[in-house]
């Protein structure tokens, strides 16, 4: 989409004047969206347009209607909790766009950095818990959000089959297991899923977590959510295999938290379907259509691949055994 076709859609939504000089500079970061710092005579703001293929090695495309379902989702969770997303400004969806407040990165450091510094505060890492859990806990009695968020197709396509039914074509002998984790995910219609808590679209302000990037935005399974960030902290235990404590408190930390808010289900159902979510993305980030990037050592890989593939062929029941599995490595 060129610059000028940006800046019609702005003056559409009125976000910019007709004529008034504006500037468009890319922000870099994501792999499935094209994002770029708006300046105008009078503000700074953000406008993200999705992409048909995700920016990876693999060929991942994924439907642009993301767009419309990260703005929707990012207006209903501001209704709620306006210190948590970015404010939605405006959105064109024949353009396929929207705009958003822009946060300085000076005073909204992203939380995967701090992280991967070494720098694990478990207080913030509880805050994402709640906030997680807040919003699945709201979203369940909401009237109208199974239909206004009836986005299966786009999540199927960002999420289940890239990460579980792709890992399920590397490794047959747990296709079973994983393609069972997918369709039992799919089926499960309970709250409005972000389907993308990673510590890279997480910010850490002054007043605590900002949640960015709910492109994959759907009404499904909350211990997708769960398994989804709890993951991260492992992956980056794994990393740092000298010291892996502070992230398995950041993993107790997020547990507790987000199963304290939870009260549309039976809590140990929900952290047995998490826990088995777990073991399954641990291994799609080694062998699926998205792998951690960080990890570059062969012993750390094989470290994760064999620790999930024992928790696929040994289901567990809680979150417990498998960040009680990593205290035990050394190697």
Same mark, same amino acid.
């Given at each position: 989409?060129?610059? /000028?076709?940006?800046?019609?859609?702005?003056?559409?939504?009125?976000?910019? /004047?007709?004529?008034?000089?504006?500037?468009?500079?890319?922000?870099?970061?994501?792999?499935?969206?094209?994002? /770029?710092?708006?300046?105008?005579?009078?503000?700074?703001? !953000? *406008?993200?347009?999705? $992409?048909?293929? &995700?920016?990876?090695? +693999?060929?991942?495309?994924?439907?642009?209607?993301?767009?419309?379902?990260?703005?929707?989702?990012?207006?209903?969770?501001?209704?709620?909790?306006?210190?948590? *997303?970015? +404010?939605?400004?405006?959105?064109?969806?024949?353009? #396929?766009? %929207?705009?958003?407040?822009?946060?300085?990165? @000076?005073?909204?450091? *992203?939380?995967?950095?701090?992280?991967?510094?070494?720098?694990?505060?478990?207080?913030?890492?509880? &805050?994402?818990?709640?906030?997680?859990?807040?919003?699945?806990?709201?979203?369940?009695?909401?009237?109208?959000?199974?239909?206004?968020?009836?986005?299966?197709?786009?999540?199927?396509?960002?999420?289940?089959?890239?990460?579980?039914?792709?890992?399920?074509?590397?490794?047959?002998?747990?296709?079973?297991?994983?393609?069972?984790?997918?369709?039992?995910?799919?089926?499960?219609? $309970?709250?409005?899923?972000?389907?993308?808590?990673?510590?890279?679209?997480?910010?850490?302000?002054?007043? #605590?977590?900002?949640?960015?990037?709910?492109? !994959?935005? !759907? %009404?499904?399974?909350?211990?997708?959510?769960? +398994?989804? $960030?709890?993951?991260?902290?492992?992956?980056?235990?794994?990393? =740092?295999?000298?010291?892996?404590?502070?992230?398995?408190?950041?993993?107790?930390?997020?547990?507790?938290?987000?199963?304290?808010?939870?009260?549309?289900?039976?809590?140990?159902?929900?952290?047995?379907?998490?826990?088995?979510?777990?073991?399954? $993305?641990?291994?799609?980030?080694?062998?699926? =259509?998205?792998?951690?990037?960080?990890?570059? @050592?062969?012993?750390? =890989?094989?470290?994760?691949? /064999?620790?999930?593939?024992?928790?696929?062929?040994?289901?567990?029941?809680? &979150?417990?055994?498998?960040?009680?599995?990593?205290?035990?490595?050394?190697?």
């Amino acid at each position: 989409m060129s610059d /000028q076709s940006i800046i019609a859609a702005l003056t559409r939504l009125h976000l910019a /004047q007709p004529g008034e000089t504006v500037t468009l500079t890319p922000l870099t970061g994501g792999v499935s969206s094209d994002i /770029q710092l708006v300046e105008t005579s009078a503000r700074r703001f !953000c *406008v993200k347009r999705a $992409l048909p293929q &995700l920016k990876v090695a +693999a060929v991942w495309e994924a439907p642009v209607e993301r767009n419309a379902a990260e703005a929707e989702w990012l207006r209903l969770v501001y209704g709620w909790l306006p210190n948590l *997303v970015p +404010a939605l400004l405006g959105e064109d969806r024949e353009a #396929g766009l %929207f705009a958003m407040d822009y946060l300085a990165p @000076e005073d909204h450091p *992203v939380w995967k950095q701090h992280l991967l510094a070494g720098q694990v505060d478990t207080a913030f890492a509880a &805050l994402v818990g709640t906030a997680l859990g807040v919003i699945h806990r709201r979203s369940s009695t909401e009237p109208g959000l199974p239909a206004r968020f009836a986005n299966d197709v786009l999540f199927d396509a960002l999420r289940l089959d890239p990460y579980l039914r792709a890992t399920a074509r590397v490794h047959a002998d747990l296709a079973p297991a994983l393609i069972d984790l997918a369709e039992t995910t799919a089926r499960t219609k $309970l709250v409005l899923m972000h389907g993308d808590v990673s510590p890279k679209n997480i910010l850490i302000a002054a007043h #605590g977590p900002v949640l960015l990037d709910a492109e !994959c935005a !759907c %009404f499904g399974d909350p211990a997708f959510d769960l +398994a989804f $960030l709890l993951n991260h902290m492992l992956l980056k235990a794994t990393l =740092k295999r000298d010291n892996p404590a502070p992230y398995l408190a950041a993993f107790d930390a997020i547990a507790a938290a987000y199963l304290a808010e939870v009260d549309w289900e039976d809590r140990a159902g929900l952290e047995r379907r998490s826990a088995r979510l777990l073991a399954g $993305l641990l291994l799609a980030r080694i062998d699926g =259509k998205s792998p951690v990037e960080y990890l570059v @050592e062969d012993t750390d =890989k094989t470290w994760v691949r /064999q620790s999930a593939r024992h928790f696929l062929l040994n289901p567990p029941d809680r &979150l417990d055994p498998i960040r009680m599995h990593w205290m035990t490595r050394n190697d």
